[in-house]
């Protein structure tokens, strides 16, 4: 398969030094509190280069907690400027995609339900058209590894150079040990077809729990991946959404220092 992607190396807009990127934060932004405490407890880890939050969620049924709204872009501010975080949130409208840029966010990224959606992600890419900004697309939530490139191929083609692929799984009918079956192979097919683009992988949305994250986080590294974007809530047993995969930040912290990292992230 072919593609067109002109893309900025990883380094040269986010300097992780040797080691991967690491994007930890909350599934969603609940309250000012909640997301400024744990963005310090990530910065005194020392770990973590981005600080993620969502602040409109993307709910697979209606009449849940569906995101905080705009009012969470200020605490995403508040929480950089204290912390020295850059900051990461899903976008998946040219609004959202506009509220975000005026609000100073660092790196966006683009939710596995709109990149199954080509005029979603158009849309998106209309919008970030002449804007310097880093995108992340993750997967989109059906193994379709031309659905996947071709959003790429869309935000990239609006000018944006410093992209990245997020492997977040996906999903099955069969019920498995995974919330989103991991496929490894399609991954690997992208970095086949792909390999200058960074590929940032998601423990938490394949795992669905905590207690599998270790070992798919130590995949992911044994594969080269170039960074993780896990989820850490304060207190996850209380989170509003993805409650059973959240770690601490602390149990961020022992994960990161017990994973084996063959060689520097390029
Ligand atoms: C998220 O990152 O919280 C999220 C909604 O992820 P995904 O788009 O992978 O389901
Ligand atoms: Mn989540």
């Known amino acids: 398969m072919k593609h067109s992607l002109d893309i900025l190396p990883l380094q040269s807009w986010i300097n992780t030094g040797d080691k991967p990127l690491i994007i930890a934060g909350p599934c969603s932004a609940e309250t000012e509190e909640q997301l400024v405490s744990t963005a310090h407890l990530l910065a005194n880890t020392g770990k973590v280069n981005v600080l993620r939050a969502g602040i409109w969620k993307p709910r697979t049924r209606p009449g849940e907690f569906e995101g905080i709204g705009s009012i ?41 339900r709109s990149t199954a959606n080509p005029f979603t992600v158009q849309e998106i890419a209309d919008a970030l058209k002449g804007v310097d900004v880093p995108v992340l697309v993750k997967n989109p939530v059906n193994p379709d590894l031309s659905l996947w490139i071709g959003a790429l191929e869309r935000i990239n083609g609006a000018g944006i150079k410093k992209l990245g692929a997020i492997h977040r799984g996906f999903s099955s009918f069969e019920k498995t040990a995974f919330r989103n079956e991991p496929m490894w192979d399609i991954a690997i097919q992208l970095k086949t077809i792909a390999p200058e683009l960074p590929i940032i992988n998601d423990p938490s949305h394949i795992c669905g729990n905590r207690e599998l994250i270790p070992y798919v986080t130590q995949k992911a590294m044994d594969m080269d991946m170039q960074g993780l974007i896990i989820e850490s809530h304060i207190d996850p047993s209380v989170a509003w959404t993805d409650a059973k995969q959240q770690v601490t930040p602390a149990a961020l912290s022992d994960l990161l220092d017990n994973l084996s990292i063959r060689h520097a992230a390029s």
């Open 72 to 112: 969470g872009l200020q605490w995403l501010k508040r929480a950089k400027e204290e912390t020295g975080l850059l900051t990461a949130t899903e976008v998946a409208t040219a609004k959202h995609v506009e509220e975000a840029l005026a609000a100073g966010v660092d790196v966006l990224w683009v939710g596995a």
